[in-house]
């Protein structure tokens, strides 16, 4: 007998009334009224099931200490950077772990069942690497965890940090990171996208660089590594994450550079959440937003996912792993309220990361993964729109998490005993 059978399900592409078995861990059907019997069934009644939720962008090292040991007064990236560099030195690897393991029982809840994670390895002990190669394991039988190995504090401008970073792989960190912008002047930066793609092109690895993470219109970092992505034939394999300085470009420079990306098959990660609240924070008014050019970047065909990027950290003090919220921010910042606009922002916390990761049996399809989230909503719009309770988390057929249903009962007279949040309506 198969181990679970779902029935009566909307798929975010539209589909209704399917049904989905699994069995072994993937999926061994999905139709309409399936024939079949399973060690449990799930009726979910018309609602949404959708492919996990997937974080392309996350500092699980530093997750969850907020306060520690001060909050960041200013709000501010640099501040941020300080108060993580005072942190780092009192880190434990127990504590790193604990919090680590914290916050994927956070994401399992949301349906959130893959992340890719930076890692600082700007500390000789690699504290942070190790502990996360520690959860990497062990939380592989629920969640993806992929790895990029970060020089926080530049590759260049700080001794040893070059040494860590190949270290760090060595080790079995999954990805090579950046962070150009950080580098002292403009010319380092670029030497320092270069010797890095060239260590991901050698060791046959993807790259997932901090770039232009300023609202400095002339941080042009993106351009240089559209150019070694091409040059050392990475195409697909290559993403620039915030990309935030775009937002202050030049029209006539974006005109150039957004088809140079495309060419040179980069993805964009933009983390509105965290974009919204760090950029900007040098104007005045007008206040700019500082995310970068999401809809013009789709429009060009760029993959572009939203990452979560922080939660309760030195740049963050909010946030609970959940990917509706960060879709929901995105969709705001860059004014993507068309329907299908909508749309794209639910993708980008669910097929396009996926991609992004590499993440394989991803999807609903025979032969998937057995690895959804029941959401109570109707479509994906919906969904964002109320931050949809995950009903149920499954991860290989087994169902590893349940939330209920958002309630409101009401006593007023004249009105019915609770809240409907989804009314009919005509789209
Ligand atoms: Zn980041």
Redesign the pocket.
């Given at each position: 007998m198969s181990d679970l059978l779902i029935r009566n399900a909307t798929l975010p592409d539209g589909r209704t009334g399917i049904d989905i078995l699994c069995a072994g861990g993937r999926i061994a059907n999905l139709a309409p009224r399936i024939p079949a019997a399973a060690a449990r069934t799930i009726d979910a009644a018309g609602l949404l099931v959708s492919p996990p939720f997937v974080d392309a962008?996350f500092?699980m090292d530093s997750t969850l200490t907020y306060g520690m040991p001060r909050v960041n007064a200013s709000g501010t990236l640099l501040e941020g950077i300080a108060l993580w560099g005072e942190l780092k030195p009192t880190l434990t690897q127990e504590a790193i772990v604990e919090r680590a393991l914290a916050y994927c029982d956070w994401a399992v809840g949301k349906g959130l069942l893959a992340i890719r994670s930076?890692v600082d390895t700007s500390d000789a002990r690699l504290l942070a690497v190790e502990a996360l190669l520690h959860v990497r394991e062990r939380v592989k039988p629920y969640l993806d965890l992929q790895l990029v190995a970060f020089p926080q504090d530049g590759l260049l401008r700080s001794p040893g940090a070059l040494h860590n970073v190949k270290r760090a792989l060595d080790m079995g960190v999954d990805v090579v990171g950046g962070i150009p912008h950080f580098e002292r002047t403009t010319a380092d930066g670029a030497e320092s996208v270069r010797v890095l793609c060239e260590i991901a092109a050698d060791r046959a690895l993807r790259v997932d660089m901090?770039c232009d993470e300023t609202d400095d219109p002339l941080s042009r970092h993106v351009e240089t590594l559209a150019f070694q992505a091409q040059r050392l034939g990475l195409v697909g394999r290559v993403a620039g994450?915030?990309l935030t300085s775009m937002h202050s470009m030049d029209n006539d420079y974006v005109s150039k550079l957004i088809p140079l990306m495309k060419e040179a098959g980069l993805a964009a990660i933009a983390?509105p959440l965290?974009n919204i609240t760090l950029q900007g924070r040098r104007d005045s008014y007008p206040k700019r937003r500082g995310m970068t050019r999401v809809p013009e970047l789709l429009a060009a065909g760029v993959p572009v996912a939203f990452g979560h990027?922080?939660v309760m950290d030195p740049w963050y003090p909010l946030g609970s792993a959940d990917m509706l919220e960060v879709a929901s921010m995105g969709l705001h910042v860059a004014q993507m309220t068309g329907q299908d606009a909508m749309r794209r922002c639910f993708d980008a916390v669910t097929a396009t990361p996926a991609a992004i990761l590499g993440l394989d049996g991803y999807g609903l399809a025979p032969g998937c993964r057995a690895d959804m989230v029941l959401l109570e909503a109707r479509d994906p719009v919906e969904a964002i729109r109320l931050r949809a309770a995950r009903l149920a988390v499954v991860r290989g057929g087994r169902v590893i998490a349940t939330s209920g249903p958002s309630r409101a009962t009401l006593d007023l007279p004249g009105r019915p005993a609770s809240v409907d949040w989804m009314p009919s309506r005509a789209v």
């Open positions: 962008h500092h930076h901090h994450s915030h983390n965290i990027d922080c």
